[in-house]
């Protein structure tokens, strides 16, 4: 889509437009409200400032919508297909199958909830590093780092809706 045509769509109709990017109602809507954008940079300023405010509860929310590393993503709407996208450089090797499912479990047991990270243009064996480094955060740091991967998957995906 191009950026001038999302400027003149409808709230609704504009909030439909990035839904794909992230399960965050509140925040697809505060990007809707705030159009008209005179260029990708301001739009991509302005989503990234509104990120920022993402507490836990929104983290939890948006993590329904991403399925754990090393599994494809269920069901073919468009965030399925991103994730899948996203994830294809995790490859097929069952050994870093594997260990991934090992080192998930292994983070949810202390953290509480999935592993997420930016996985584009990482491959399965720095994915797994990643893993296993943020295994060792306290959990306001892990808190930290996982709201920051969020963010980046959404403002990526952001980028490429209008590219
Ligand atoms: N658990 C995850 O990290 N999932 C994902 N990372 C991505 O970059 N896309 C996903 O779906």
Redesign the pocket.
């Known amino acids: 889509m191009r950026l001038e045509t999302f400027n003149q769509l409808s709230a609704e109709q504009a909030q439909a437009a990035i839904a794909h990017c992230v399960a965050i109602p509140r925040w697809r809507q505060a990007v809707a409200a705030a159009r008209p954008y005179a260029n990708m940079a301001a739009l991509i300023a302005q989503a990234g400032a509104l990120a920022q405010q993402w507490d836990e509860a929104d983290f939890s929310q948006a993590?329904t919508?991403?399925?754990?590393?090393g599994?494809r993503?269920a069901g073919e709407e468009k965030?399925?297909a991103?994730?899948?996208r996203?994830?294809a450089a995790v490859g097929q090797d069952a050994a870093l199958q594997q260990a991934l499912r090992a080192a998930?479990l292994a983070y949810e047991e202390r953290f509480g909830h999935?592993?997420?990270?930016?996985?584009?243009g990482?491959s399965g064996e720095a994915?797994l590093a990643e893993l296993r480094r943020r295994l060792a955060n306290t959990p306001g740091e892990e808190q930290r780092e996982a709201l920051a991967?969020l963010r980046?998957?959404t403002l990526?995906r952001l980028e490429e809706s209008f590219a």
């Open positions: 993590l919508a991403h399925p754990r590393i599994e993503a965030a399925a991103l994730s899948r996203e994830q998930n999935l592993f997420l990270i930016r996985a584009r990482r994915i991967q980046e998957i990526l």
